[in-house]
């Protein structure tokens, strides 16, 4: 089976949001939103998001799902958004749990922050299977980035998230809370598993030195050919210490503050204070 897929390049974030739609029908599902932010103001815009709100209505395509690889700790998801006006379900990985732990405690979230959770509509295990339509997506839990990385494989599609990035940038830092290089180059592993031909959707793109226009599409065959992270039969110990050098010199990402407070919600804001509005808390050193 090969999927329709439809990138969305959110140029303020680098990231791709995909809409991916049957071959002979009209299902489809929204693979990792965007909700755009101004931090220094603190307002969000919808305008990333209305561009594949359009897209669908205007394809006459059914919404079933709007699935999150991980919880993205560079911009916000606009699932909730999306849902609101296109309905499908909401679905993440089962670790989710383990973020909202996690963070919980590093954003002192009080008792009314569950963290079983319960703020999405479905909770995907390794190995679980969801329809979109008549099309099969098989999940696989790829977790090294957060505890909670899946990749989406949809007939000849794999969405890895930001497990593997383009084979000139390589692969995703590892050094978040409850990340691991060690976890990360056998989730690789895993994803390079697949069949040659398959297909492999990246979450972000940068442009490489020497690359002029971005891009989000390789191949299995490429990746372990060329990746320069894991390709070309690269160790697990070249891997590990490569991404850990390389992970001390990176700054955290610029939304993560607020990226992190509301997508491990499904995207929902913070519940209002008493003044009826939402915030995003800071921790000072506490990142």
Not at 108 to 131: I, K, V, W
Request: aromatic residues 8%; charged residues 20%.
């Amino acid at each position: 089976m090969t999927p329709a897929v439809h990138g969305f390049f959110d140029e303020a974030t680098n990231t791709i949001t995909y809409v991916v739609v049957e071959p002979e029908g009209r299902a489809c599902a929204v693979i990792d939103s965007v909700l755009d932010f101004d931090y220094a103001s603190g307002h969000t815009d919808t305008r990333s998001a209305d561009a594949v709100i359009a897209f669908i209505t205007k394809e006459g395509l059914e919404l079933k799902w709007i699935l999150e690889t991980h919880v993205h700790a560079d911009h916000l998801s606009a699932a909730p958004y999306i849902q609101e006006r296109l309905g499908g379900k909401i679905g993440i990985g089962d670790r989710i749990t383990v973020v909202q732990e996690t963070f919980g405690k590093v954003f002192n979230e009080g008792t009314r922050f569950q963290r079983d959770g319960s703020q999405f509509d479905q909770l995907f295990h390794d190995g679980d299977s969801l329809h979109i339509g008549q099309m099969r997506c098989d999940v696989m839990h790829t977790p090294g980035h957060t505890p909670a990385c899946l990749t989406y494989v949809i007939g000849d599609a794999a969405f890895v998230g930001d497990t593997l990035f383009m084979p000139d940038f390589g692969t995703a830092r590892c050094d978040f809370p409850g990340g691991s290089a060690e976890v990360m180059f056998d989730s690789v592993q895993k994803i390079l598993a697949l069949p040659e031909s398959t297909r492999i959707f990246v979450g972000h793109d940068y442009k490489a030195p020497g690359r002029e226009t971005y891009a989000w599409e390789s191949t299995v065959g490429a990746q372990k050919a060329l990746n320069v992270h894991v390709g070309a039969g690269k160790s697990k110990d070249d891997f590990v210490a490569m991404r850990q050098t390389r992970d001390a010199t990176l700054a955290m990402p610029r939304l993560i503050v607020p990226s992190l407070q509301i997508n491990m919600r499904a995207g929902h804001m913070p519940e209002p204070e008493n003044d009826g509005k939402s915030y995003i808390k800071v921790p000072i050193n506490g990142l």
